[in-house]
């Protein structure tokens, strides 16, 4: 069962912040983020494995509530380079189950 | 290291048509996966691998078959293509799926379009 993502779309200027959702209806044993610009493969961002574990890649992190089967990816200070589409993934098992992604677009 | 590989990049294919898409890695990744792409639907799990030998199904199976005799190669083979399988197609790997703080390797991607 894929995840919910939300927002779907979120529109910045350069400087600002933006938060992204991911909520599951099965309990999770991790959660992934992923980065993906028009035309190329997503990209790896960070991981995390157990509940309020929050990691960090640049000025982009994240935070993993285990009891509500949660996650949220912060951009801070959010640049163009921040533009794409951000998944994420939750594990079940062997099969990792993305989202369907929240289109960010950076504008100076 | 040339990461995951796939290919051809673009392919046309006519209805009923077979082919098969090809991943490759050189990362000595133990799981491999292929998912398909389709707009407002994110990334779909067809079929994974989680070692040489074994493979199983993902969210949406029906109409591709998967192998995986090396560690390095896991094929894609679309059996008797129809236009609902016009996507992109990614292969990715990991290291581990079980082992903790591994993320997935994405090939650059198939696009396919089946008329």
């Known amino acids: 069962q894929q995840p919910v993502q939300s927002p779907q779309a979120v529109i910045l200027r350069e400087g600002e912040d933006a938060v992204i959702n991911c909520s599951s209806s099965?309990?999770?044993?991790?959660v992934h983020w992923y980065r993906q610009k028009h035309g190329e493969a997503p990209v790896f961002l960070m991981i995390?494995?157990?509940?309020?574990e929050q990691k960090g890649h640049e000025k982009i992190s994240a935070s993993f509530n285990e009891k509500k089967q949660q996650s949220s990816l912060y951009l801070t200070a959010s640049q163009l380079s921040y533009s794409g589409t951000y998944f994420c993934?939750?594990?079940?098992?062997?099969?990792?189950?993305f989202g369907a992604g929240t289109t960010v677009t950076v504008r100076a | 290291n040339a990461g995951v590989t796939q290919t051809p990049k673009f392919q046309v294919l006519k209805t009923g048509q077979s082919m098969t898409l090809q991943c490759a890695q050189d990362?000595?990744?133990?799981?491999m996966s292929w998912y398909r792409q389709d707009p407002g639907m994110g990334l779909r799990l067809i079929h994974y691998?989680?070692?040489?030998?074994?493979?199983d199904q993902g969210e949406v199976p029906n109409g591709y078959n998967v192998s995986r005799s090396t560690t390095e190669d896991f094929p894609l083979r679309l059996l008797s293509a129809a236009p609902s399988q016009t996507s992109v197609y990614f292969c990715?790997?990991?290291?581990?799926?079980?082992?903790?703080?591994?993320?997935?390797?994405f090939g650059s991607g198939t696009r396919l379009t089946v008329v």
């Open positions: 691998s989680v070692g040489a030998g074994i493979t």
């Open positions: 099965k309990a999770l044993y991790s």
């Open positions: 990362m000595n990744h133990e799981y």
């Open positions: 990715a790997s990991s290291y581990s799926i079980l082992e903790p703080g591994y993320g997935y390797t």
């Open positions: 995390l494995l157990k509940g309020g």
């Open positions: 993934g939750t594990r079940v098992d062997y099969k990792l189950s």
